[in-house]
C-alpha cells in the first residue's frame, strides 16, 4: 500500500512539473512573440537643390529613377530647394542649416536618413557612376533593420489634410530623443520638382518608448492645398510623408509615405 502511495505521489508530481514546464514555455513564446516583430525599413532620401545648379540635374535624374525602381514602400525622395530661388521655403533653408551647421554647402546634397550618410556633390562626372553610389548607400540602408512602425492616415475637411497616426517602438530597447515630423510637396512637371517640398511640420518630441510602446501623433500642414477634386482636374500630385527622427544624431529611424 504504501509502495503504490509513493508511485502515486511521484506520478503527480510528474505531472506537475510538466504542467510547469508547458506553461513557462508558452508564457516565452508569447513574450517572445509580443516584441519580435520585422517590418520593413524605408529609405528617407532629402536632395537639397537650387535653380540654376548645373549639376543637381544629374542627381535628380539618378535618384528619381531609382524611385520608380524601389516603390515607396522602399525609398522616399523629397526634393529641398534652397536660397531665394522661387520654390525655397524658410523651413527647407532652416533644415538644411541645421543638418549642415557650419560645414561645407552646396548643392546638390544628399542626406540618406538624415545625417546617416551625406553625399555633396557629384561621385564622379558619369550618370552612372552616381547612380550606383546613390544605390549602393540606400541599399546598405535597406539591409537595417527597423526599430519602429510608423501608421498613419489622412483625412481632408474642407481644403485641410489632418495627418494621424501612431509610433510603435518594435525593438527590444528604450528608444529615447525621438521627435516624429513630416513633409508635404507637389510635383511640378519640369526638371526638379519631383516632390519638391512646401511644408515641413514642426518636431513633435517624444518621450522615451519603451518596448512596445505607442506615441499618437497629428499634424494640419499650415499652407492651403486644393481638395481632391480640383487635384484631378489641375493634374497635381501631392506627396505626404511622415519620419522619426533622433534629434541629436539627426539619423532618421523610419519613414512612411501616405498614399
Known amino acids: 500500500m504504501k509502495i503504490n502511495q509513493k508511485i502515486f505521489i511521484s506520478i503527480i508530481l510528474i505531472i506537475f ?5 508547458v506553461f513557462n514555455f508558452e508564457a516565452f513564446a508569447q513574450n517572445t512573440d509580443s516584441t519580435t516583430k520585422t517590418v520593413p525599413r524605408t529609405v528617407l532620401v532629402e536632395l537639397f537643390v537650387q535653380e540654376g545648379c548645373l549639376t543637381c540635374p544629374t542627381a535628380e535624374f539618378c535618384l528619381e529613377d531609382l524611385v520608380w525602381e524601389y516603390g515607396t514602400t522602399k525609398l522616399i525622395l523629397v526634393q529641398e530647394h534652397l536660397w531665394g530661388d522661387g520654390y525655397d521655403t524658410p523651413e527647407t533653408n532652416a533644415r538644411y542649416n541645421w543638418y549642415v551647421g557650419n560645414s561645407k554647402k552646396g548643392t546638390p ?4 536618413n538624415g545625417l546617416t550618410k551625406r553625399l555633396q556633390g557629384l561621385a564622379c562626372d558619369c550618370v552612372e557612376g ?3 553610389c546613390y544605390k549602393d548607400a540606400i541599399d546598405k540602408e535597406l539591409t537595417r533593420p527597423s526599430l519602429l512602425e ?3 492616415s489622412k ?4 481644403s485641410d489634410y489632418i495627418i494621424e497616426g501612431t509610433v510603435k517602438n518594435i525593438s527590444d530597447i528604450p528608444l529615447k530623443d525621438l521627435a516624429v515630423c513630416g513633409m508635404v510637396g507637389k510635383e511640378g512637371d519640369e526638371s526638379g520638382l519631383y516632390n519638391y517640398i512646401q511644408d515641413v511640420f514642426p518636431f513633435q ?6 518596448l512596445g510602446a505607442t506615441f499618437s501623433f ?6 492651403s492645398l486644393a481638395s481632391e477634386s480640383e487635384i484631378d482636374e489641375q493634374g497635381e500630385v501631392l506627396h505626404l510623408v511622415i519620419f522619426v ?8 529611424l523610419q519613414a512612411l509615405y501616405i498614399e
Open 205 to 210: 518630441n517624444m518621450p522615451t518608448l519603451l
Open 150 to 152: 510608423i501608421s498613419a
Open 155 to 158: 483625412t481632408i475637411i474642407n
Open 245 to 252: 527622427q533622433n534629434t541629436i544624431t539627426k539619423e532618421i
Open 218 to 223: 497629428k499634424f494640419v500642414p499650415e499652407i
Open 109 to 112: 546634397d544628399v542626406f540618406i
Open 17 to 21: 512539473l510538466l504542467a510547469c514546464n
Open 130 to 132: 552616381n547612380y550606383e
